[in-house]
């Protein structure tokens, strides 16, 4: 096993730090999986590109900046700044403390943590670490509902305070890199939250091995039924689904396209949101996730219509290269960089921020 | 010889895998002649460019997946993907068993299969070995229209269910990849069908030497009472060119530029395609080539007005890394992109994919 | 120490060539706090790429252009180009003779100095050597109104001409480059025209430990009441904040995003100057800074709207590579660019540079 | 002295061919002059960018193309296709031959030359060894009227059958790559039709040193006067000067922008040519040169408007390569290439190029 960092090395000031970093401590395979990205990738980098695209409008000689802050309260609760890490699967692959890793330095650096079905550590484990942390729990549907359910009571149970239900992922999408690489998980990294994977149904075709057992609409409206728990939709690229999802009692969306991992040549996040916000008017949280590397891209979802964002791939990144501390040191980071783009555009607060603080190229 | 691999290698699971490993098996100037494009490879590159600035809208939850296919019906034959294997000539220079290894892999995966007037292998032989595939002729009119007649004929008698008329391709395009790489067919390789290659006219200019011999309009309405078999058109990239072979009473159309072998610095197929579609009307079969690599490809052809595509160089580069195991993996890694895009798209079949489907820039 | 260059090394005839033997004279750090830009640079490389957008409009045959010249005035002073010297922090990090040899090449050329707040050369040391050049003094605002107002008078006292205040870098904006090349200020380079550096406040937020100090919109009427110079104010990238700035008494804009270095993301300075231009109308002096390193770009910037520019980095460089007769080749280089476009695009005063003379690709 | 190339190398099939081996078989400083541009190059690479982006209509089957030519005619004479050889300095830095190898080659090869002003080989030797080749002068007007006129009288006295005035260079441009390879000319060669190369004027700027020599809307009236030969004025950019030229009885224009070689960040000409054939009607014949590579580059001219095209740079490249043998290859190489573009455009002459024969992207 490689050697586990216990600090920050000299140099990384940024999350692209983390990037290039990691890299180098992962196995080429563990690599494959995390960076990888559906096909050819066109969605990931494009997820990049369009938040590159969006220009910041500057403001001098603001007054009573002194006073700012990047709080922001989601479902009554306060962030440090507008951010939860995203439901990553299995991050031991990363770090042999995994996700309790993760929702520690979330604990730390006061933001929210979104624990994955598909998680390397318990429902429960996690819970009893992770402090004054803001947890959330992602839901993957399972065949069964009974089986559903049971993920949504030991949630409900460990005191997650909200369900985020992933609709984005019914297959596992064509991740090529990672079939090159012949990545498999490694003996003791598993998702223990689960007594197996669901396994294909029989058939010849992505449709009958898989959509015959995928959530659909009738699955969400049962699971509103299920839970008082806040329950967020994670996934939402279409202002229709995002209409339909309201009219069913969810309480909040992600506009997410899985970091580009699941359907390739779709368009960015950052592209979709303005639509999605439209369609749902201005009350309703909205967050958004896939590409988020810089505060300053924290600052372009806001003012484009999100109320916060989930942190993917650098969580792991960090986690990989200098375990809790790195993703603490990845948030303190982005807080910063949120911060100087917040003052140097002249917003004290979060909800200073807004199309009117963009500059726009027409 | 080079040895020809008769198992899939590690790590293939794209068609861009195929084509890599391609160039590391074939000799240089084959590898010229196959991937090469006319002049300065511009068509060629925006080919792949503009089908990969389509975007895919997707969908979540929807109801009824389970029972989704891509089967798609063409001339009454049912095809289990919307694809063709397109007229490649000399396939022997990919691989001995050449055409014969095409037509099986296209029988084995439910696709059909268009032989070249160029074929390294004759019509009778692939009409023997090519079990339940839906079978096309490609026709080169030859100079005489006797010779023309007598190919239509030995299609017919082999059972072969329609002709595929190429217009593109009067003369040979420019092609200075294959010229620097000094290209000539091997021993062994020939086009087997034809008693001998057109040769030039007497004459000094490009007009005089090649295109008084070339198939004009009046060619295809004395080929069109000739036959009763369905005759399509390819290499329509003019609407107006797709509504006159309509009078004529062609009975398809096949969007082509030849993948940009024969005239560069035209517009890409998947530009013109709506073009196409949009003056022809909803009813007549439009296929479209040049380009295709991926699942979602086939996908956006269909969603911009096409029933169904031919797969080009892929089929060589298969045929040469891997014989007709590769083709028949090549096909199946299609038609499992296509299904896993519209699954994610919301598509149970071909007819529910359309413009809706698309995500648009604007 | 570095072997000083006192003659122009061969092949050095554009700014680029300065900017490439920079990079071999200098050490890494240093190169890197010179040329490096806030995050990710998108806005450093903007500034260049929006610049060679612009494009000319040449005109043939022109009457009278053997009397042209080059030469504006400015404030009452005329310089023998658009042009003065940016206010570079630290120039004797390039060179022993910092500032000195700066301003010794303004006035051997004709052009304008701004000296920096954070200079590594005194008030009175440059007013001395500085001969004939027009001098202006860049302000950074302090945190106590008194040491701000020490440095005007000092400033007043030496014979300074103008008052520019750098309203744009409240913070220090986040600069990965120089803090992975772990930059510091080398002994005997400090600001020497201050007691100390402001330090930042108590607290655990940029808005806390910077925006509190950070002058604002009173700071500037205050200032304004301190002194009949003309003042300058520099960072104003949107019209409110010009047209508030003339509300309040200013005689000049610096349409300055501090060449990339402060918030990554924004536009290029070309592209907000038009608006800044339109937003005021046709008289108040404009200034443009951050990319200029042609002097058809010179010519572009008058183009729309400005009155002159500010050469930033490319001082630095040349003063690393030749010292003060780098500097003075530089800017002789610059005029004589300026001028050849001038000649070519049929204009022979700066008065006739307009839209006009630019070629609209629409 | 370098061997001379007596035959066509290898694998030579395109102009780019001939291109990459002239930098081989040239010395450093001769190729920095041939191939350099002015300042940063902008202009020379998009002068062939946007002749890659204009897009080419396919047509099929078109009756009667085994009639077509590509011949024009221009002002009373015949060309084989619409192509001159552009008017290239000092033709003896590439070859010993010079000059007379290029007429002799377009000669050969029907198309027409322009001997410069600059030329290393006297009016009267290349009009010797002509033969049939239309020749056209190309005129630097001379500091002074007598000295132009002796130049006009010998161009006419050695029977060259136009006068091309060039407008567009009244100064050298600012080429740095020729000045970083310290570029001179050889002990050799010499602009031997000249006296002396004009000297710069006393004076501190461009301006005075050049423009004052310069030809202006003066000299170009008083020339008109002085020959009855067809009188072109080459470097129209501008709308404007094309008409003031038309209305001082100019015979012809060319649009250019010098191969990019005097004023970098002007647009294509392919982009300015539709603009200059709308100002002035259908009537005047329009050259244009800068960026023409191949015969799908000329057959684009003439669809916005031109009525033949200059090969500049190629001439050089080939004259390095093979001598006359070379250039008469690259004249065939774009017949060739116009005529295979006009077959499979569908245009059986000159006359049928136009808008209609572009694919319009929008």
Redesign the interface.
Known sequence: MRNIMTSIP??V??L??YEHRAQQVLSESVWAYLSGAA??G?THRRNRQKL?D?????????????????QQTLFGRTLALPLLIAPLAYQKLAHPMGELASVQAAAAQGVGFCLSTLASSTIEQVAEVSGQAERWFQLYCQPSREETLRLVRRAEAAGYSAIIVT??A??N??R?AE????FALPEGVSAVNLDALAKPQQGD????C???????????EWLRGQTDLPLL?K????PD?AIRAIALGIDGLVVS?HGGR??????STI??LPRIRQAIGPNLPILLDSGIR???DIF?AIALGADAVLLGRPVFYALAVAGPLGIAHCLRIL???L???????GC?SITDIGRHTL?H?D
Chains 1, 2, 3, 4 share one sequence.
Do not use: Y
């Open positions: 000299a140099g000031c940024s692209s730090d096909m050819d066109h590159d969006v220009l910041l409008q500057q403001r001098i000689l603001c007054e009573g900046m002194g006073q700012g802050s990047c609709a984005d019914p297959i999408g064509v090529n079939q090159r690489a012949g075709s992505v449709f009958a898989w959509m015959g057992q995928a959530p659909d609409w009738q699955t969400l939709l996934g939402v690229m279409h689904d396209n699941v359907l390739d040549s779709q368009p592209e979709v810089r505060g300053s372009k807080r910063d960089e911060e100087a783009t917040m003052a140097l555009c004290a500059f190229n």
